[in-house]
C-alpha cells in the first residue's frame, strides 16, 4: 500500500498571510518561493484554524482540507492542538509561534519548517498537541504538518 503524504498549513482567513505574499525588504517581490500562511497578528483569546493541505501557492481550490488547528492564547502561553479529519494522519508537525510574522534563522526570516523551533516526530497520528510559554502581546501562528490519507 503506497501512502500518499503531502506538506499541510494551517490558514486562518482573514488572519492569514500567504508566503508567496510576504515581501519585507520591499523590493516588490516574494521574499520566499514556498506556499504556507502565517496567521496573525493574533491577541489574546480563542481561535480555530482550518489546516489544508497540497494548496500550492497557497490555492485552497487546489488543497484539500485535512484538518483543524485550535489555539488559545491568555497573553503569556499559547496552547496549540491539532486534530486530523476522518481519513487522514499525521507523520509530522512543526509549529512557530511568536511575535515576529515567521521564525528566524541566523537573524533572516525562514519558512522552513524544520527551523520553526517546535517540533513532534509523529507516527499516524490523528492529533498533537505544543505549549508554547514565554509569549506576550500579539502573536503569530505557523502551524505546518505532514499529513498522509490513511
Known sequence: VTRTCETAFAWGDEDATCFLDLDFDADGRS?????????????PGSYAFDIYQAAGRCDLSKG???????????????????ETLPGFVMDETHLYVGSAPL??????????????????????????????TGLSGDIYVVAHAVTCAE
Open 103 to 132: 521564525a528566524s534563522n541566523n537573524g533572516e526570516y525562514t519558512v522552513a519548517p524544520g527551523q520553526y523551533g517546535q517540533l513532534h516526530d509523529l507516527g499516524d497520528a490523528t492529533s498533537d498537541s505544543f505549549t508554547v
Open 31 to 43: 521574499d520566499f518561493s514556498r506556499w504556507g500562511w502565517t496567521n496573525g497578528p493574533l491577541g
Open 64 to 82: 484539500d482540507l485535512v484538518g483543524t488547528l485550535g489555539m488559545t492564547y491568555d497573553g503569556a502561553t499559547a496552547q496549540v492542538t491539532y
